[in-house]
């Protein structure tokens, strides 16, 4: 069904890439490596992807903190009249403690045209798309513009210590010129009024951890306890940030990704989605758009949500001090001094202390000099596919390599039927991905390399 929308020119089908595994065979490998992370053990599964690069006469690069736990590094030469391009992956998943799977998590079974397992979608999927074009164009002696880099990580999964991180750290002369990158999370579709959405990341929210320590008077457990009380004190900042949003901050980025999707819409939608970028407008219409409400809400404003707490020793002792960890998401741009003073507005009250634990910060705003390219691709592939540019509200990899001003894309393209919930696959029970759709993947990425620097 899925093949019906492409529009390729099916030419030199028999060529020498012929003989490479599939992309979907390579998907199947992957998963059957138990990557689960932590504590990740990723060495055999970049092992395979390195023996497949260099049976085919690629020259490898092995860059580890942890020899357990390496990055694999390949490039094909260009003719140097375009900045190297990068595509880059992950190859370590989420466990499945405590999940009831259909099928084996690690089995990479094909039932119903689906490919079955932990990672299918987050993300060996994307990984086998991008080392089958970079294969494939290695077969073909692709003309290439610009080198083209392979970086296939550990670690996404846990921060990118051992991955990415450590190959911007330590290797950065490595990925010296590069400007563009393809990686993860964006070109799937999604339905929605009749229209076939695909949303190509340009951009992600910060990461901004923060913890929140609250003083009071400590004491026995059997005397009551005042205003002071560290536990009243924690419940009601929990029941504040439950309750209370930070302010609708339109993004450059959100607003390409509204914009994008209202003009494809009819008159009334449209104007009902555009009303989200309007701040006094905006915090009604999500709550008219239900359940669509969590996938907007994310991309207008910074937020926060309580997932640690520490505090008290005895059941008869009343804590002087607890702490609150924060899991903290900012707009790009948003500094923390910014985030806090914001906390301290709206939600928070001003005795308690915050501290920033961790910040990753992106750049301000995306870079569209690509986008062009890959909207043009997804058209051409499928005659029904409106693009759009994204603001993702997690984070991957791509905020590590903006640290070199490397823009990333996320750019798997995937076409989903209708009744796949994608979202909700991720890191859950039965993620699976379709059989043509990686093959989709694959013949969108390589039409990007053959195109890309003209």
């Known amino acids: 069904m899925i093949r019906q929308a492409l529009d390729w020119d099916e030419r030199d089908i028999s060529d020498s890439s012929a003989s490479l595994p599939a992309p979907v065979e390579i998907l199947q490998e992957l998963i059957r490596f138990n990557t689960t992370n932590p504590p990740g053990e990723e060495a055999a599964c970049i092992m395979y992807i390195r023996q497949l690069l260099e049976d085919v006469g690629i020259e490898t690069r092995i860059e580890a903190l942890d020899p357990g736990r390496p990055n694999l590094l390949a490039r094909l030469k260009g003719s140097g009249a375009a900045p190297p391009l990068l595509l880059y992956g992950h190859v370590d998943v989420v466990g499945v403690d405590k999940q009831v799977w259909s099928r084996d998590p690690f089995g990479g079974e094909i039932h119903d045209g689906f490919v079955w397992g932990r990672g299918a979608l987050d993300m060996k999927g994307g990984v086998a798309m991008l080392v089958s074009a970079f294969l494939r164009a290695h077969a073909r002696k692709l003309p290439l513009r610009g080198d083209l880099i392979l970086a296939i990580v550990s670690d996404e999964e846990a921060g990118g210590e051992y991955g990415a991180s450590f190959l911007v750290n330590q290797h950065a002369d490595y990925f010296k010129d590069v400007r563009y990158a393809i990686g993860e999370f964006g070109g799937f579709s999604f339905h929605a009024l009749g229209k076939t959405f695909y949303p190509v990341m340009v951009a992600e929210k910060q990461l901004c951890w923060l913890k929140a320590t609250i003083r009071g008077d400590g004491g026995h457990g059997s005397m009551g306890k005042s205003g002071a009380d560290c536990m009243a004190q924690l419940g009601r900042m929990l029941q504040s940030l439950s309750q209370n949003k930070l302010p609708i901050r339109p993004h450059p980025a959100a607003r390409y990704m509204i914009e994008g999707m209202a003009a494809a819409l009819p008159i009334l939608p449209a104007l009902l989605l555009k009303g989200l970028l309007r701040p006094r407008l905006g915090n009604v219409i999500l709550k008219l758009l239900g359940e669509k409400e969590s996938t907007f809400a994310p991309l207008l404003r910074n937020t926060v949500n309580a997932t640690v707490v520490r505090g008290g020793e005895k059941i008869n002792v009343h804590p002087s001090e607890i702490s609150v960890e924060l899991d903290g998401r900012t707009l790009p741009g948003v500094t923390p001094e910014q985030f806090i003073e914001e906390l301290y507005e709206h939600v928070l009250d001003t005795s308690i202390q915050l501290e920033v634990l961790r910040h990753d910060p992106c750049a301000a705003a995306p ?21 759009v540019p994204m603001l993702l509200p997690g984070g991957t990899d791509g905020r590590l390599f903006a640290r070199l001003g490397i823009q990333t894309y996320g750019f798997l393209p995937m076409p989903l039927p209708k009744e796949l919930q994608f979202t909700k696959l991720i890191h859950a029970a039965d993620e699976r991905v379709p059989v043509d759709a990686i093959d989709f993947g694959t013949d969108a990425i390589y039409r990007v390399l053959e195109r890309y620097g003209e």
Do not use: C, Q, Y
């Not at 870079?367 to 693009?387: N, T």
């Open 367 to 387: 870079d569209m000099g690509m986008f062009g390219l890959l909207s043009d691709v997804l058209k051409e592939a499928d005659k029904e596919a409106v693009p």
